[in-house]
């Protein structure tokens, strides 16, 4: 690291010139408190990266609020959608960069590419519509992960508990495959980082059995609907009466999990004080090993060998 922050020593690369400042990893390295171990350099979406492995002390943390619970839903047309209620937006321009998107993926199909059957080899028109579609794919994802990011953090902080899906199987968008694409990816980045964040902050982080039906259920009394529509944006049941929006009840379902993970677990587990990323073991059943998206959402699959004991499914 250079001293004037703005630029790194790699060996064999020599000096090289950073877009952005390194003053706060430089700051940690000079105050003793991280070690960088290894550095990686890659190329990704038309740009060249280099990432560090970094030893850090960490202080330790606590939540702001230690018993809180919250369930996030993770959806295309919003990032989010917490249990507490709250709406959280997509990052601002990922509209945009979307169209852009399909846009360029048009202009691509117009040109000459490369054929297998024929072997003919691409045009340059074509090498140069590629290149543009994929920065615009990585501006599209790099979007959406500062969006996540920001989300992350502040539930870290914030909530001593936080459950998410195992799967995007909640079905909240349209079988188009570019917003399936986006949102599976953003869908396991938010776990990703939560299950670190939660490492950090000192919270707990719940993952509901992929076959926990969290859209098809009723928070109010918890009726399980045999079918729910993928355009049924809002959740009417026919027990109670209740009428919610469908992510806003799918993420209160899962808030309700974190009740149930910890009466599953009374007497027979203690709870490991920093244990991030712990599976819940509410329903007995063995995960029967299936390729996501083979199970069409809003449609109940159940696993082979799957019998009664499914905890999650409350008396009604
Ligand atoms: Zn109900």
Not at 103 to 127: E, N, Q
Not at 175 to 198: C, P, S
């Amino acid at each position: 690291m250079a001293p004037d922050r703005k630029h790194v020593v790699l060996p064999r690369l020599g000096r090289l010139r950073l877009h952005e400042s390194a003053r706060k990893l430089a700051r940690r390295v000079e105050a003793g408190t991280a070690r960088i171990m290894s550095a990686t350099v890659r190329r990704d979406g038309g740009r060249w990266h280099v990432a560090f492995t970094v030893q850090i002390d960490r202080t330790d943390r606590r939540p702001a609020q230690p018993g809180s619970v919250v369930g996030v839903d993770v959806g295309i047309t919003h990032l989010a959608v917490l249990s507490t209620g709250e709406c959280v937006p997509n990052p601002r321009h990922l509209h945009r960069a979307q169209r852009v998107l399909r846009r360029l993926g048009r202009g691509l199909s117009r040109t000459a590419g490369p054929d297998r059957r024929t072997g003919a080899r691409p045009s340059k028109r074509w090498h140069r519509a590629q290149a543009r579609l994929a920065r615009a794919h990585a501006r599209v994802a790099n979007l959406r992960r500062d969006g996540l990011h920001k989300l992350t953090t502040r539930l870290a902080r914030e909530h001593g508990t936080i459950v998410v899906e195992d799967l995007n199987v909640s079905g909240m968008l349209a079988n188009r495959r570019l917003a399936r694409h986006i949102a599976d990816a953003g869908f396991a980045e938010l776990r990703r980082q939560l299950t670190y964040k939660t490492g950090w902050n000192g919270g707990r982080l719940i993952v509901a059995d992929r076959w926990y039906p969290s859209s098809k259920t009723c928070s109010g009394c918890g009726t399980v609907k045999a079918k729910l529509a993928l355009a049924e944006r809002t959740y009417t049941c026919a027990t109670c009466g209740l009428v919610l929006d469908r992510d806003l009840n799918a993420a209160r379902n899962l808030a309700a999990l974190a009740g149930e993970a910890v009466d599953a677990r009374s007497g027979r587990e203690s709870l490991n004080g920093r244990g991030a990323d712990r599976k819940t073991p509410l329903a007995g059943q063995v995960a029967v090993k299936r390729q996501p998206g083979t199970a069409p959402a809003g449609q109940t699959v159940p696993p082979q060998g799957r019998t009664t004991n499914h905890m999650l499914t409350r008396a009604h």
